[in-house]
Structure formats: structure tokens, C-alpha cells
């Protein structure tokens, strides 16, 4: 840092300063609780460091690419959480560390025309969290950060939706008829974000044709073409999932490609390791994730994916002042020979371990080991079903779900997120006004 950067000082400096770095899925759950219980009542004095202002929950960021969710509806500032919930919000990007000062630095933020909105700075704290979640890793792929598009961002989801719908805009108001791959979308890794986005997108697309763009025919003039370097389409789950997402992707006319390498990423298309071309008008590249670049400079010990090596207490093993949660942490389970998943669940547990913690350390009690619970995994297709698995308590084994049921329990994941930041009547209150608002709108976004 240079001799320039101020140190923000927290009023009350008797009190434990405790940071947490990252307002995703953990970090935000997480500063929430802090703040109900520690923050309100003087006993600790809780910030919460992000680079956006606002909050999404990230599983939903194909619904807005896609252009099927109200962002508006869903998204949370920063602000307003830590006004209601006793904790402070500070606006910036962590771009280094000073374990010996105990200091976080921020990056100077600016706005859209150039001009400083906060300078660099340094953030000081006896408590470090740090959940900055994951980025996508393009594995070296030429051509992937010039003319694909990743999904790590509402930012990037939302530019996606953009360049779809100037893209059928543009081919409704050509003079000829639309030209082959002119509307054609390639999604390079089926995960559960890549194969949710192609089911996403089939049915936003008709329904984006409906609303006057009646040169567009979505069968004849769009393909969705989803490639995947596994045997089989979202591989970290179980077969019978995969087998039964294939078949209704196949259903809907979507390209399933497995085995299928991506060598290079062109402005046209993709090009494919076994020679074939793909023409593609828009490119999502989903293919894998890594810890951001900033987690390599902090002197912590970081995995071959440059995550945060973690302790069983999910502290890092250098240093216990600090802990790391969600998909920037690396833990392999005593027993195991992989380490916990980058899923909202983990994240949800991880958050709820390291408040227990943090309460703990400010108590001078032993801290306990973290233990993951796997409750299984699903995969929505939008309206055309829901398939995962979930583990049969009585059993302890998976079982395997699709439907109705599956759809409700999906939904449900998005609502125990929103019950941790805000409680159960304000989240019944606003899913009711929600779905009336819904009826009244367009099911899709258009513009």
C-alpha cells in the first residue's frame, strides 16, 4: 500500500473489531448474525467489506441471464442490511493483507464516469472472515475472456441478457431472414449453472418471441448447444440425475455434448478438440471455478485451485485470527478424499459454524470442528421440472426426486437463505407480493 492509504478506524476501539470480507450466500448470513447478536448489543463491532453494493444470491444468477427473474424483487443493498441488522457496511475490494498490522486494504472505488468515490484504504480487525466466494477458471482457453461470457456476477449475467435480447431485436428488424447461428447460444460446462441456464433459456426465448418479434420461430432459428469435457452432464452428482437431466434437455431440442473439449473460443463460435466448429452468437463459459486471483498475495496457504487452505475450525492454517467459508475455503473432511463442495449449502452451514465460533473465541472457549452434512443435491430445469437428490434420514442413503416435490424443495434452499437475512414475516410477506406482482408482468425480461 502506499503512504497515501488512510486507516478507517471503528468508532468504540475497545470493542473486537470483526471484519467479514465477501456479502455472498455465507458472508452476508453470516454478518447478519454477528450484527442480531453482537453488533446491536455493544459487545463487537461488525463490518461487512464487499465490492457491489447490492446482493443476490448467486444459484440465481441463470434466472437472470436468462431474463425469468424480476431482479428488482431479489436483490438486497448492502446498506439497508447492515442499518437493520447492527453491523457496518464498508463499499470496496480487497486487494491485500497485513497480518502483522491485522489491516485489510480496499481499493479506491469509482463510479461510470471516472471520478473517486472512496480511496484506497485500510480496514483494521482482531477478526477476519473471509468469503469472497469463487471465480470461473477458463483453464488457459484461448479466447474465453475476450468473447465469452461468464456467470460469477450479476454484472456479467445481467450483460448476457442484454447482448440475448439485442440479438433478437436485431434479427427482428433485418431486412433478410435470420441467418444460421445468428440466435445460436453455446454453453461450455454442465454443471448445475450451465444445464439450469439451457433450460432457462428455451423457455425465455419463446416467451420473448411472443411479446411482438414474430420473424423469430425459437425452434428454427435458435439452438442452445450445451458442452460438457465429462462422460455425462452435471458430473458431480449422482448418474441417475444426470441420466434424467439429459433426457429432458434432449426433449427440449437442447444439444448435449459430452466428451467434448473446448480448444479455442472465437468471436463466431467454438472450436471443439475433435475438430468440430460450433457457430454461436453469444458464449457462456461455465466450466469450472478457482479462488479469486487476490486469495495467491495474502500469505495464507492456498490450494492448487488457489483457495484458502482451512483448519477443521475453518480457521486458516496459518493464521486463527482469520477464517475462510464458503467456495474460497478448502477443507477435506477427516475420512475423506475430496474436499467440501462449492454449494449454497456449505456455504449456509459454514456461516452458521463460524458465528457459533466467533462467539466461542470471544468467550476464550475451544473452538469445535466444523462438520459438513451433504442433504443432497438438485437441479431446476425451470418450469419443466426439477430433479436431485436428497438423503433419506431413516436410510442414509440418497433418494432420488423430480417434480413437483423436488421443485419445492429447491425453492426452499433460496428460502432458508432469505430467512437467515431477514426472518420469517418479512419473507412470507414479501413472497406473497411477489407472486401477485408476478401476474401482472411480463414472465420474462424485456429490456
Known amino acids: ?96 493483507l497485513n497480518q502483522t498490522e491485522k489491516q485489510v ?14 480511496p484506497k484504504r485500510a480496514l483494521v480487525y482482531d477478526i477476519l472472515v473471509i468469503a469472497i466466494g469463487s471465480v470461473s477458471n477458463d483453464f488457459g482457453t484461448p479466447g474465453v475472456m475476450e468473447h465469452a461470457i461468464m456467470l460469477d456476477t450479476q454484472q456479467q449475467a445481467e450483460r448476457f441478457n442484454r447482448r440475448l435480447l439485442n440479438a433478437c431485436v436485431r434479427a427482428q428488424a433485418q431486412e433478410g431472414p435470420v441467418r444460421p447461428g445468428q440466435l445460436d447460444v453455446t454453453i461450455i460446462g454442465a454443471g448445475a449453472t450451465g444445464t439450469e441456464l439451457s433450460a432457462e433459456l428455451h423457455r425465455t426465448v419463446r416467451g420473448i418471441a411472443q411479446f411482438g418479434l414474430d420473424r ?24 441417475r440425475i444426470s441420466e434424467a437431466t439429459t433426457e429432458i434437455l434432449k426433449k427440449l431440442d437442447v444439444d448435449v455434448r459430452t466428451n467434448s473439449r473446448v480448444t479455442r473460443v472465437r468471436a463466431d463460435g467454438v472450436e471443439l478438440q475433435n ?20 486469495l495467491k498475495d495474502l500469505g495464507l ?33 477427516e475420512g475423506d478424499t475430496h474436499p467440501i463442495p462449492p454449494r449454497a449449502q456449505a456455504a449456509h452451514q459454514m456461516a452458521s459454524h463460524v458465528y457459533r465460533q466467533i462467539r466461542r473465541k470471544l468467550e476464550n472457549e475451544p473452538l469445535e470442528p466444523f462438520r459438513y452434512r ?5 437441479v431446476s430445469l425451470g418450469e419443466y421440472s426439477t430433479v436431485g437428490s436428497l438423503m433419506g434420514f431413516v436410510t442414509g442413503r440418497k433418494m432420488m426426486i423430480e417434480g413437483f416435490f423436488a421443485k419445492m424443495m429447491y425453492r426452499s434452499l433460496y428460502k432458508m437463505h432469505e430467512w437467515a437475512l431477514h426472518g420469517f414475516w418479512k419473507v412470507t410477506l414479501d413472497s406473497v407480493s411477489r407472486l401477485l406482482t408476478r401476474r401482472t408482468e411480463p414472465h420474462v425480461k424485456l429490456h
Open 275 to 294: 475438430g468440430d466448429f460450433i457457430p454461436s452468437e453469444l458464449v457462456v463459459w461455465s466450466a469450472g471455478v478457482k479462488g479469486p486471483a487476490v
Open 216 to 239: 423469430i420461430e425459437p425452434e428454427k432459428d435458435m439452438k442452445i448447444t450445451l458442452i460438457e469435457a465429462a462422460p455425462r452432464i452435471v458430473p458431480a452428482l449422482p448418474e
Open 374 to 378: 451433504d442433504f443432497g443435491s438438485l
Open 105 to 118: 486494504y480496499l481499493a479506491a472505488t469509482f463510479d461510470e464516469d471516472g471520478r473517486e468515490v472512496t
Open 1 to 96: 500500500m502506499t503512504s497515501s492509504t488512510r486507516t478507517l478506524v471503528v468508532p468504540k476501539p475497545d470493542l473486537t473489531h470483526i471484519v467479514v470480507v465477501g456479502g455472498g450466500a455465507g458472508g452476508l448470513e453470516l454478518v447478519t448474525a454477528l450484527g442480531n447478536k453482537l453488533g446491536r448489543k455493544g459487545k463487537a463491532a461488525v463490518t461487512l467489506v464487499d465490492k457491489s453494493r447490492t446482493h443476490i444470491w448467486k444459484p440465481l444468477l441463470h434466472e437472470i441471464a436468462a431474463g425469468s427473474m424480476d431482479v428488482d424483487q431479489h436483490e438486497l443493498e448492502y446498506m439497508a442490511q447492515s442499518h437493520w441488522h447492527g453491523f457496518k457496511f464498508r463499499y470496496g475490494e480487497m486487494i491485500g
Open 301 to 333: 496457504e492456498v490450494s492448487r485451485m488457489d483457495t484458502l487452505v482451512v483448519k477443521p475450525t475453518l480457521q486458516t492454517t496459518r493464521n486463527e485470527a482469520i477464517f475462510a467459508i464458503g467456495d474460497c475455503a478448502y477443507l477435506v473432511p
